[in-house]
T-cell receptor, first 114, second 116 residues
Framework: DSGVTQTPKHLITATGQRVTLRCSPR?????VYWYQQSLDQGLQFLIQ???????AKGNILERFSAQQFPDLHSELNLSSLELGDSALYFC?????????????FGSGTQLSVL | AQSVAQPEDQVNVAEGNPLTVKCTYS??????LFWYVQYPNRGLQFLLK??????LVKGSYGFEAEFNKSQTSFHLKKPSALVSDSALYFC??????????????FGGGTRVLVKP
């Protein structure tokens, strides 16, 4: 068990809808990362937060947004969903967000857009 | 831009035999390289990293990786594979730009199947 909790584990929704994925980092970790894993794109970095502030941004679509709250949990909001958004979304955390720290990954949220 | 390539989609090996999972990288300057493993229905787990120093890096579960600058490779190795090593393995490189935070760029992954 990595200590990173993601909810829900599975999510089925329709095109055009909006969903929210939730992540609780390991106790004491200040940095949270979101990754998308799909068959065609592989593992893609979306965004990193450190202590509530955006730290780095990757290939995150404008329809997607994220935030990290004062209690350090994070949410990834996906809107105007398309079929191609179906993927496994991982959250990871690390202690201070310093470079070259190892990441601890949650088990992911499997999103299916029908 | 930095990138990593894992040329093999799948590696099959008999239990007890040596296991090698290949990774090559493309970065400017010195690379920061990582290996992660993903078991079914689980998130990725850190195995090892190369930042600087010895070219042979030892990691978790008996794995090690050899950094070869001239060949721009960072192959993962295990002297004697176990059936429980069957999983999906990812090589990754860290983006060294300041604005990239602790972002990792992952390879496409290599599925390892260890047969009894």
């Amino acid at each position: 068990d990595s200590g990173v909790t993601q909810t829900p584990k599975h999510l089925i929704t329709a095109t055009g809808q909006r969903v929210t994925l939730r992540c609780s980092p390991r106790s004491g970790d200040l940095s949270v990362y979101w990754y998308q894993q799909s068959l065609d794109q592989g593992l893609q970095f979306l965004i990193q937060y450190y202590n509530g502030e955006e730290r780095a941004k990757g290939n995150i679509l404008e329809r997607f947004s994220a935030q990290q709250f004062p209690d350090l949990h994070s949410e990834l909001n996906l809107s105007s969903l398309e079929l191609g958004d179906s993927a496994l979304y991982f959250c990871a955390s690390s202690g201070s967000g310093l470079t070259n720290e190892k990441l601890f990954f949650g088990s992911g949220t499997q999103l299916s857009v029908l | 831009a930095q990138s990593v390539a894992q040329p093999e989609d799948q590696v099959n090996v008999a239990e007890g035999n040596p296991l090698t999972v290949k990774c090559t990288y493309s970065v400017s300057g010195n690379p920061y390289l990582f290996w992660y493993v993903q078991y079914p229905n689980r998130g990725l787990q850190f195995l090892l990293k190369y930042i600087t120093g010895d070219n042979l890096v030892k990691g978790s579960y008996g794995f090690e990786a050899e950094f070869n600058k001239s060949q721009t490779s960072f192959h993962l190795k295990k002297p004697s594979a176990l059936v429980s090593d069957s999983a999906l393995y990812f090589c990754a490189v860290r983006d060294k730009r300041r604005a990239a935070g602790n972002k990792l760029t992952f390879g496409g992954g290599t599925r390892v199947l260890v047969k009894p």
